[in-house]
């Protein structure tokens, strides 16, 4: 087991050296976008004194590196800085908060990071059961009918865009039969009841998005095994084909499935923009795509550095889960 | 005389390959009463195995039976639903498999998987047949029977896998185990106490049996009848001590002669003379763990040394230090008196060319994707600088060496060769190098009798003509036997014994020797009675746990 804790570990530092990357690439990358902040926010207004009285207030007219390193400096001591449209400019026509009400970064993503995770657990919570029972039952009646309309409706689903399905839930489930609302505006304090609700479409346009990939793996991985040894064993012993399955081949297909598993629920954290809008569903790529359009730089690479720590750490969680599944390395000789 | 317990009459099976079902079986007939054991033998391809399963109503992927009926107790096999076989497989009849490490289920408990069937068919509950596993564990002799159900797989040595597959088999007292190479894979030693184990309980419990093996020698001692199959055809079938004594189809007869073949003696040594091949108090470690402890013997010019041992011995090991692959840790190897290189790494052409190697799976060792011209050409470009038509020349000479005609086999790739054609060409590919001294990994144990007889015979030829010296790696001491001079036994990294071969196979033995010896079954039916009553019954039990 100490062999596995030194893994976690070495690839938790690994982690932090990928953050450190990806911070570059993001800080390069939004630079890099035509335009700033300054620009943006003046838009028609934007006279030349304008644009750089607001540059200085903020900062923006100091050179990239060192904007950078203030920037990362403080990211490591848990600052993550305060959002450009927050902050005290002369644009920002008395609309800031004074003094000690200033809006963090971290204020600002807390909330939607949350609601995020909400729906994506919502949403998991369909769907990793629903495509490993698909992926159980497409195996054990493989070739037949079920199988193949499985596979057509699968495969259909993911192979739609988000927004139409998305369009299409609304209209069976909110228009034609009033079961969900078609939108999706929870606040806090809500009861979790009225929360779940009003989660349910957006999380249900999810689940048809991830779905498939996680069936066919745990099908191709069940199917993968059917021709061991131990397999054709447990057949001659007489047992049910669904025990054979589920008792004998699906423990030792797991570690496939769990990294697929992992790959999309990553999925559901960082790649939801799209059904965030149609549901208006206050998430955080809702807020990731407003800071990109305003260059709200802080913001933007908050955002980043979370979707890629969250890459990472379900990466880190199916390596381990799938060491874990492994008796040879849970029981050592 | 009652109707028999198993009654196959016109067994036809057939494969499919491209699209198209190809006959395996043509029509087999087998009759066993309850209580007796069948051998069923034959070389690879003869449709053993598939007979086998039959037996149980069941066929592997593209494989299905197209004609005739397997009636067990009034059941016929072949037409009964699967819901009806499934309430007969496990709990009437039973399967023991070749590999038991490959066909437990990596992921749960040896007494988990006991269980399972007496729980599913209802014969009993858990508790129960958790307490009659550890019981049938007892009986089959398993060292430490309360616990060893609670490992995996994985925690269990192989010999005691099969004993611990054949309990499994037992849990619901069938009244038919299928026996399908159950001892194959195991070492001598190990592969007498499972035998001794087997037949005890399937005595005990008056179980009939279908014993699945290529080994005359084992089926002698475990069956009460034996049926001789060539590919897919029933050559003669007769009671265990007819058959041995009296075969009466000429396909037999050649199975039984397989083992006769044997080298003449060699004069022995010229003392003084340097040996083509020395290896010198070696110790090799993977890792951190000696696993070869200062070995040394030499090979001289013209000579076969046999290296025996079981597996994990370091006989494999060995050789590769003498290639360089894993160099020594402490010791040295010389070729004809020079010091090498440790690593291969830093040997010339000529060095790496004095020593090439043969190795055990003709099948993983032709890459599957070069044509036989392009796997033998190329050493014969790299070491001997070869090009065009004077490559080809060669190519084609060593393939006449092998007795392989040049012409047809030039452009075939591996997958269109039999199992002995893939060993012929890993021998070519070795002369190719024209090197004085030639490893020999096992090269004959993953093949039949008489192919390997085939394969034997090449090599002593080869030597004859060449004046090769060969380090011949095997586990099986007929093969040391028929072509060695000389024999090094090695166990657990060390050379226990080493002498020339006649003073090996006369006693007296290192007690290690002997008991490898004595272990070879022979194909005297009395063999392994005698064999138990020299050795004392109890004290194979203490052997197992002595192996672990």
Redesign the interface.
């Known amino acids: 087991m100490s062999g596995l804790l030194r893994i976690i570990v070495q690839r938790l530092l690994l982690g932090l050296v990928t953050l450190f990357v990806v911070s570059i690439i993001i800080f390069v990358a939004v630079n890099a976008l035509p335009g700033d902040f300054a620009e943006a926010i003046l838009g028609q207004g934007a006279t030349e004194e304008a644009v750089t009285a607001i540059r200085e207030q903020l900062g923006l007219n100091q050179n990239a590196f060192t904007r950078y390193a203030t920037w990362l400096g403080g990211a490591v001591r848990g600052d993550l800085g305060v959002p450009l449209s927050q902050a005290l400019f002369a644009g920002n026509f008395g609309t800031t908060a004074t003094g000690t009400d200033v809006i963090t970064v971290v204020d600002q993503i807390i909330p939607r990071l949350k609601n995020t995770l909400f729906l994506a657990g919502v949403s998991a919570a369909i769907a990793v059961p629903l495509a490993v029972t698909l992926g159980v039952l497409t195996a054990l009646y493989r070739n037949s009918a079920f199988d193949k309309a499985m596979n057509v409706s699968t495969l259909s689903a993911i192979s739609s865009p988000e927004f139409f399905i998305a369009y299409i839930l609304i209209l069976f489930l909110a228009v034609l039969n009033p079961v969900f609302p078609s939108l999706s505006n929870i606040f806090p304090g809500m009861e979790f009841s009225e929360r779940l609700n009003r989660t349910m479409l957006p999380a249900l346009t999810l689940t048809l998005a991830v779905t498939a990939q996680m069936m066919r793996m745990t099908r191709a991985a069940i199917i993968n095994l059917l021709?061991?040894?131990?397999i054709?064993?447990?057949?001659?012993?007489?047992?049910?084909p669904m025990?054979v399955i589920v008792?004998?081949a699906l423990?030792?297909a797991l570690a496939p499935i769990i990294t697929v598993i992992a790959l999309n629920l990553a999925f559901l954290v960082t790649g939801v923009v799209v059904v965030e809008v149609v549901f208006v569903y206050p998430g955080i790529g809702q807020l990731f795509v407003d800071s990109v359009k305003i260059r709200d730089i802080p913001v933007v690479q908050a955002c980043c550095l979370i979707f890629a720590a969250v890459y990472i750490l379900l990466n880190l969680t199916a390596d381990i889960l799938s060491i874990i599944s492994n008796?040879?390395l849970r029981?050592p000789? | 005389m009652s109707e028999p317990l198993l009654k196959v009459r016109g067994l036809k099976i057939e494969g499919r390959s491209d699209e198209t079902w190809n006959p395996i079986i043509n029509g087999v007939d087998m009759d066993l009463n309850k209580g007796e054991v069948i051998g069923l033998i034959g070389e690879s391809g003869a449709g053993k195995s598939t007979i086998g399963?039959a037996s149980?109503g069941?066929t592997?992927?593209g494989v299905r039976i197209s004609e005739g009926s397997v009636v067990f107790d009034g059941v016929d096999l072949v037409t009964a639903s699967a819901a009806d076989?499934?309430?007969?497989?496990?709990?009437r009849i039973?399967?023991v498999?070749q590999?038991a490490a490959?066909?437990?289920?990596?992921?749960?408990k040896l007494i988990d998987q006991h269980t399972?069937?007496p729980v599913?068919?209802s014969v009993s509950n858990k508790a129960e047949s958790q307490e009659d596993g550890i019981e049938l564990y007892r009986r089959l002799r398993l060292p430490n029977p309360e616990e060893i159900g609670f490992?995996?797989p994985?925690?269990v040595s192989g010999g005691q896998l099969q004993r611990a597959m054949t309990a499994m088999a037992m849990a619901c007292r069938p009244d038919l185990i299928i026996f399908d190479e159950p001892t194959t894979a195991l070492d001598v030693t190990t592969q007498i106490e499972v035998l001794a184990s087997i037949r005890d309980i399937v005595e005990q419990f008056d179980t009939a049996a279908i014993y699945i093996t290529h080994d005359l020698a084992v089926v002698a001692q475990m069956a009460d009848k034996i049926k001789v199959l060539l590919k897919g055809d029933e050559v003669e079938e007769a009671d265990t001590r007819t058959m041995l004594a009296n075969p009466t189809q000429d396909y037999t007869k050649s199975l039984w002669a397989v083992r006769s073949f044997e080298r003449p003696a060699k004069p022995s040594v010229v003392t003084g003379s340097t040996p083509i091949v020395s290896v010198k108090n070696v110790t090799a470690a993977y890792g951190t763990v000696d696993v070869l402890h200062d070995v040394s013997f030499d090979i001289h010019a013209g000579r076969t040394v046999a290296v025996v041992g079981e597996s994990g011995s370091g006989k494999s090991t060995t050789a590769r230090c003498i290639t360089g692959l894993l160099p020594p840790r402490k010791g040295y190897i010389e070729f004809e008196g020079v010091q090498m290189p440790l690593d291969y790494r830093r040997r010339d052409k000529n060095q790496l060319r004095q020593a090439q190697m043969i190795y055990q799976m003709a099948d993983t060792a032709l890459n599957p994707r070069k044509t036989i011209g392009e796997t033998i050409g190329r050493p014969v470009e790299f070491y001997l600088g070869l090009k065009g038509k004077e490559k080809r020349a060669k190519v084609d000479a060593l393939l006449d060496e092998i007795e392989l005609e040049p012409t047809e086999y030039f452009n075939r790739l591996p997958s269109e060769l039999s199992g002995g054609q893939k060993q012929r060409i890993g021998i070519a590919r070795a002369l190719a190098a024209e090197p004085k001294f030639i490893i020999c990994d096992e090269v004959t144990s993953a093949l039949d009798q008489l192919v390997a007889e085939g394969i034997l015979k090449l090599l002593a030829k080869l030597q004859d003509q060449l004046g090769l010296s060969y380090m011949f790696i095997t586990h099986d001491l007929a093969t040391v036997k028929s072509i060695s001079d000389e024999v090094v036994v090695m166990k657990d990294g060390v050379v226990v014994e080493q002498g020339e071969k006649a003073d090996m196979f006369t006693p007296p033995h290192h007690p290690y020797t002997d008991l490898l010896l004595s272990s070879v079954p022979e194909m005297d039916p009395d063999w392994l009675d005698n064999l138990l009553e020299q050795r004392g019954v109890d004290n194979i039990g203490d052997a197992a746990v002595d192996k672990m």
């Open positions: 021709a061991s040894p131990y054709e064993m447990a057949r001659l012993k007489g047992l049910s025990r008792k004998h423990p030792n008796p040879r029981h000789k | 399963l149980m069941f592997r992927d076989k499934r309430a007969l497989l496990g709990k039973a399967y498999a590999s490959a066909s437990f289920n990596p992921a749960h399972e069937g599913q068919h490992r995996y994985h925690q």
